[in-house]
């Protein structure tokens, strides 16, 4: 079985350029999470996502940040305009329930220069 | 908001010792993650728990839910276990999970 894929991998762009992250969660999983992890914060919850219906975005940081997942199949974090302290690795995970074992992405390393 | 706070922040042992790792958390939650991330970066997730004890081969977790704790113990550790160990708290409902800072363990041959 597939895990959940991320793309891209790695990403670095130049202050004020739109960034987006992609997650394909895994098939059947009906709960998707986008966390972020920085060495100061560690890792911190953006938002989640049930049946594909934002249940909870307390965690994303500023109006900067948005997340949309159009199906049960693909979800997105856009960050607009980006700036150096947005750099981190974003992690997708999803889940068969919303408190349920999450398998996780490999992340997305973002740059910000 | 949820506390999660992990004990030790650092632990290095020498292989085949016993290992214990703990978490305790400030508010009732529906479900307590242990997670592992590899040197490399990639994130496992080993247990969730919502009472009593899972066991995985050599990794045991527990929780005890009237004292808000929660460990996870390696058994006959193994340079491989060698990771940080992130616990992380959920309170069910609209609430998502909040992250302890992880133990880094190394496990010395």
């Known amino acids: 079985d597939a895990g959940v894929i991320q793309s891209p991998r790695h990403e670095v762009t130049e202050m004020g350029q739109e960034v987006t992250l992609r997650c394909k969660p895994i098939s059947g999983h009906n709960s998707l999470f986008w966390y972020r992890q920085t060495m100061m914060r560690g890792l911190e919850l953006l938002i989640y996502f049930n049946n594909n219906v934002p249940i909870d975005d307390s965690g994303m940081p500023e109006d900067r940040f948005s997340a949309k997942m159009p199906n049960a199949s693909f979800s997105t974090l856009k960050i607009q305009p980006s700036e150096p302290r947005d750099s981190a690795v974003y992690f997708c995970?999803?889940?068969?329930?919303?408190?349920?074992?999450?398998?996780f992405g490999p992340g997305t390393r973002l740059t910000v220069l | 908001k949820n506390e999660v706070e992990q004990s030790p922040q650092n632990l290095t042992a020498q292989e085949g010792e016993f290992i214990t790792i703990n978490c305790s958390y400030s508010?009732?939650?529906?479900?307590l993650h242990w997670l592992q991330q590899h040197p490399g970066g990639g994130i496992v997730s080993l247990f969730m728990?919502?009472?009593g004890k899972k066991k995985h081969g050599r990794l045991i977790a527990t929780i005890n839910i009237q004292e808000k704790h929660s460990s996870l113990h390696i058994t006959a550790s193994h340079p491989r276990d060698s990771a940080v160990y992130i616990c992380a708290a959920g309170g069910g409902g609209a609430d998502g999970l909040t992250f302890g800072k992880g133990t880094h363990l190394i496990i010395q041959p």
């Open positions: 995970a999803s889940s068969l329930e919303q408190g349920g074992r999450a398998g």
């Open positions: 508010v009732g939650i529906s479900a």
């Open positions: 728990l919502s009472s």
